[in-house]
Structure formats: C-alpha cells, structure tokens
C-alpha cells in the first residue's frame, strides 16, 4: 500500500505540477488513517486526482472524515459522505437529476455506456454531466466506448442502505421507471425484426443468460431492453397505477412476438418470475384490480414447460 500511494501522489503531483507534495507528515498521516483498508485509499486518490487543487482537498478531507479506530464499512461511508458532501446539493437542476442518473447505475443490470443510459432514461441534463461531481466513484463518464458503472460494490450498499436523503438511492424507484423504458425500446426493437424470416435457435435453453456481448443486428440499448425489461418489472412490489396502459400494452401485443424473437435470435427466458410477480405485487387502493389481475390471463403457458412446436430443447 505504501508503495501504491507514494506512486499515485506523485502521479497526481505532476499532473498538477504541485512541487513538494505531499511532504512526510501528510503522507504518514494519510497511510495511517487508511489503516490498512486498500479501497478507501484508492477512494481518496482517485477523487483528489479529479479536482483542482488536490493538496487542499487533501487536507479537507483528513478534516472531514471521522478519526480513530473504525470497522471498515463505516471508515469507507465516512469517506464517501465527505466525498458527496462536495456536491451542490441546494442546486435543484443536480439534485433532481442525481437521483434518476444514480438510479440508473444503481439497477442497471448490466453495465451500458453513457449514450444508452442517456438515451433509455432521458433526463434535462446529461448523466455525465450530473455525475461529474462524483466522477471518482464511477467510471465510464468521459468515455463514450467505456461502460458506466459503480467503481465498488460498497459505494452502491452505501447509497441503497445507509445514505441520508438526498444522498439515498430507492432501487424500486428506478426499476419502475427502466421497465417503462424497456418495454417501449423492447417494443421498438421487436417492431424493426423480421419476424417472418426467424428459425427457431439451436440454443434452446430455457434457464440460460443474456448473451454477454450485443449481436451486430440489435443496438445497445436495444439489446437491453429485449433481456432486462423483466427483470426490471419484477423487481416493483408496490404497484403503480400509472404503469398499467405500458404493461397491459407490452403483455397484449408484444409478449408473444418477444418470445419468438428470444428463441429465435437470442436465448429464452422463463416466464416463471412474471407469473410469480403477478402474484405478489402490491395494488394500491386507487388502481384498477381488474387491470392486475388481467395480468396474470395475459401470460401465455410459459414455455420451458410448453415448448414452442419445432423448437429445440
């Protein structure tokens, strides 16, 4: 770690032409509050290394960051509170743009490049611009080709679990809206097959995963869309009203040719979760039961019990 952090300061002090930083107390100081925890500093360097004056902000978060003997998950939130503390948070534009574009990354089933999550979940900023002010813990923000992500599994815990508003991230929140989203880019992509000209797919298999790559006959965005708009719908146990047209919509006149295009393009996956889904889901007072329930008549039998005549198992 000593050796890690003596070559990232100097890489930051050159980049910034800082003479003479940091000097040995400052680096003993550092080194002795990470306490041997190699993420919080890898955390530090690389959020100085974003700003201006990294030796000042250096020092303003040895300031801001809680002392003394700490168990490591509350040592790193320390960090990553001083670190969103840094934010404008009186700025309405970033606050409200924050939390859709953070939302984003936080349910993101598979990482996507900024110009997909821009164009899946439009918001009036773009998500690099809302989430430059916390670029050290993401990556992907300044390159186009580069997949946008949550740089460590415990900053995503700390904005689900332990974040104060308006710093916390409620996934279901944002399941909610990246359904709406999937289905109407799931609809599109469907819309633009050939579904006349599909053959059933060797690749029968009725428990397998998304492909890891995106063929070269479906966008990005697309590709998503197709495979996680499931996920994404399952995962909403208190229903909304105002999602009721998209999903009656989706499920009566897309769900069959979504199936034929999965076995036929891609790889089939169970209807199992959205029948269980169906079931559990939570109807508030004002919503249509009727509309819910229908839900559950509107799923064909799924098909890794029925399968498709010609396919293959």
Not at 55 to 70: K, S
Not at 99 to 118: C, F, H, K, N, R
Not at 152 to 177: C, F, K, N, W
């Amino acid at each position: 770690m000593t050796v890690f952090l003596d070559f990232r300061l100097k890489q930051i002090a050159d980049y910034r032409c800082i003479d003479k930083w940091p000097d040995a107390e400052t680096f003993e100081r550092l080194l002795q509050r990470a306490e041997g925890l190699f993420i919080w500093i890898t955390t530090v360097c690389d959020y100085i290394a974003s700003r201006i004056s990294p030796d000042q902000e250096l020092e303003q978060l040895l300031d801001d960051t809680r002392h003394g003997q700490l168990p490591p998950e509350e040592k790193i939130d320390s960090l990553y509170a001083a670190i969103m503390a840094k934010c404008d948070w009186d700025d309405i534009h970033f606050t409200s743009g924050y939390a859709t574009s953070m939302g984003l990354l936080v349910v993101q089933q598979t990482p996507l490049t900024i110009d997909s999550l821009g164009r899946l979940c439009p918001t009036k900023h773009t998500v690099q611009q809302i989430l430059l002010p916390v670029g050290s813990l993401v990556t992907g923000l300044m390159d186009a080709e580069q997949p946008a992500q949550i740089l460590h599994g415990s900053y995503r815990d700390y904005l689900i679990g332990r974040a104060r508003e308006p710093q916390r991230i409620v996934p279901e929140v944002h399941h909610q809206l990246l359904a709406l989203y999937c289905m109407e880019f799931a609809g599109a992509a469907l819309g633009l097959s050939r579904m006349a000209e599909c053959e059933y797919s060797e690749n029968w298999n009725p428990d397998g995963a998304p492909p890891p790559t995106v063929p070269e006959f479906l966008e990005e965005i697309h590709w998503y869309a197709v495979n996680f708009w499931m996920v994404h719908l399952t995962e909403i146990l208190h229903w909304d009203a105002s999602m009721t047209g998209t999903v009656t919509n989706f499920l009566t006149n897309k769900l069959t040719h979504w199936i034929e295009f999965m076995v036929s393009k891609l790889t089939y996956q169970s209807l199992i979760p959205l029948h269980k889904w169906t079931q559990v889901s939570v109807i508030p007072s004002k919503s249509p039961r009727s509309a819910h329930q229908s839900f559950t008549r509107l799923l064909p039998l799924d098909l890794s019990r029925h399968p498709v005549s010609g396919s293959h198992r």
